[in-house]
């Protein structure tokens, strides 16, 4: 049994958390601060939350119900060691790391079905979903001029991409221009401490209000409140995060 969530139950500087233990039915590595970009992640509509299994290669797919979390179904990641998954309407791409490599899922009636197809090479870049849902590089790789570009977060609206630079505990700002690629918009937008490392993954409240990003190595979670011009304001820091935490949703 692994720590599959570190939920926020309101948004905003009040916001308290909480850790809710539940089974995915796979493993985890057994090393603590999963390096990946959204190991668990919330569907927009809160009804599904998704979680990988890095050592046993598996997607696991949880129901949300107001009384807590019922596993709906696990399936093979496609590949070796996925870290991070990615969730659309009923589109779910999953990256794995061990072989380097992105698979496609749609969700429906509870269950994961991978898509034919889908599998393609990883890279750090902005990608295309089409109706079949095939994947079509807009842009590649964007340097942030900072350290250790990995986790990524986008506004609601679709506008803004917020990344979190584990190397030196700062957040950068990306645009989204209107062709769909991306541009630098400000290497530094926020901070959980420049300068130190400790800053993972991140999360988008449901409102699209607020940023959240977990300081691992501080054991704390910080927010911002987000802008409409993808600029962000330091709303508070929270502490009491478990020293495995490996990943967040926020709702």
Same mark, same amino acid.
């Given at each position: 049994?692994?720590?599959?969530?570190?939920?926020? @139950?309101?948004?905003?500087?009040?916001?308290? &958390?909480?850790?809710? !233990?539940? =089974?995915?039915?796979? %493993?985890? $590595?057994? +090393?603590?601060?999963?390096?990946?970009?959204?190991?668990?992640?919330?569907?927009?509509?809160?009804?599904?939350?998704?979680?990988?299994?890095?050592?046993?290669?598996?997607?696991?797919?949880?129901?949300?119900?107001?009384?807590?979390? @019922?596993?709906?179904?696990?399936?093979?990641? &496609?590949?070796?060691? !996925?870290? =991070?998954?990615?969730? %659309?309407? $009923?589109? +779910?791409?999953?990256?794995?790391?061990?072989?380097?490599?992105?698979?496609?899922?749609?969700?429906?009636?509870?269950?994961?079905?991978?898509?034919?197809?889908?599998?393609?090479?990883?890279?750090?870049?902005?990608?295309?979903?089409?109706?079949?849902?095939?994947?079509?590089?807009?842009?590649?790789?964007?340097?942030?001029?900072?350290?250790?570009?990995?986790?990524?977060?986008?506004?609601?609206?679709?506008?803004?991409?917020?990344?979190?630079?584990?190397?030196?505990?700062?957040?950068?700002?990306?645009?989204?221009?209107?062709?769909?690629?991306?541009?630098?918009?400000?290497?530094?937008?926020?901070?959980?401490?420049?300068?130190?490392?400790?800053?993972?993954?991140?999360?988008?409240?449901?409102?699209?209000?607020?940023?959240?990003?977990?300081?691992?190595?501080?054991?704390?979670?910080?927010?911002?409140?987000?802008?409409?011009?993808?600029?962000?304001?330091?709303?508070?820091?929270?502490?009491?995060?478990?020293?495995?935490?490996?990943?967040?949703?926020?709702?």
């Amino acid at each position: 049994m692994r720590w599959l969530r570190y939920r926020m @139950r309101d948004s905003g500087p009040r916001a308290a &958390g909480s850790r809710v !233990p539940d =089974s995915t039915g796979g %493993r985890g $590595t057994g +090393v603590p601060h999963l390096a990946s970009a959204g190991s668990v992640i919330l569907s927009d509509d809160g009804r599904w939350l998704l979680v990988v299994n890095a050592g046993s290669d598996e997607l696991s797919l949880f129901a949300v119900h107001p009384d807590g979390l @019922r596993l709906a179904d696990r399936a093979g990641s &496609g590949g070796s060691k !996925p870290t =991070s998954v990615a969730v %659309r309407d $009923t589109l +779910v791409y999953l990256l794995n790391n061990g072989t380097p490599s992105i698979s496609g899922f749609t969700v429906a009636d509870g269950k994961l079905t991978e898509l034919g197809g889908s599998t393609g090479a990883a890279a750090a870049s902005c990608y295309a979903v089409s109706g079949a849902g095939e994947l079509t590089m807009v842009s590649g790789s964007i340097g942030d001029t900072r350290t250790e570009v990995c986790w990524v977060a986008l506004t609601k609206d679709d506008r803004f991409a917020h990344m979190t630079n584990f190397g030196d505990g700062t957040v950068s700002c990306y645009e989204i221009t209107a062709d769909r690629s991306l541009r630098l918009h400000e290497p530094v937008a926020g901070s959980t401490g420049q300068g130190q490392k400790g800053i993972r993954d991140e999360a988008i409240s449901g409102d699209g209000r607020y940023l959240y990003a977990i300081d691992a190595d501080a054991q704390k979670l910080c927010g911002w409140a987000v802008g409409q011009g993808g600029q962000i304001k330091p709303v508070g820091e929270f502490g009491g995060v478990p020293d495995t935490v490996a990943g967040l949703a926020a709702s």
